[in-house]
């Protein structure tokens, strides 16, 4: 295998099952894989940067050719600071498949040399997202088995009322 260095950005607020699965899956394929938080998003996060940061190190931490790092500004400007050739993305859903397209291609525009690949996770977490993750705690339902179990205690630390009505 080549060395080939990936970036698996995204905001990761929190880090799902789905993530890891795509993580796993990525660092497989590439001798060496970034995961990016980015630090300046637009949406109100419910996690710092630093809590995200920590709960991806505290995951990721037996895969040896994976780390976590954070990003502001293009994506293409981290990539080329970071030598790495290729952005890794997943595919859930047909749904997921118009806004990656859009992304991809920008991105390739904005730098012809970098190349955008899909990993569609394991079946099992296709219809997972952080943002139903969010819905379902903080309303008091169940995240068990969608996100890794330090993610879900740190989830209801963030909503103890809805917790307490389990
Ligand atoms: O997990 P998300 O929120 O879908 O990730 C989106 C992310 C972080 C990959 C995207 O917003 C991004 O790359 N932002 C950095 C700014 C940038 O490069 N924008 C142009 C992308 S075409």
Known sequence: MSEVT?????????????????????????????????TNLEKEPLFSVSERVEMLESVTEDMANVSVDTFSGLL????????????????????????ELQMALMNRKLDSKLETVFLMPAGEFLYISSRLVKEIVHHGGPVTGLVPALVEERLKQKFPAASDKR
């Open 6 to 38: 990936v970036i698996y950005p995204g905001s990761f607020d929190p880090i799902t099952n789905g993530h890891l699965d795509l993580i796993q899956r990525g660092s497989h394929l590439f001798s060496r894989l970034i995961v990016a938080v980015l």
């Open 76 to 99: 293409v400007d981290y990539a080329r600071r970071k030598r790495a050739g290729v952005i890794l993305r997943g595919v859930r859903a047909f749904s997921d498949y118009e806004y």
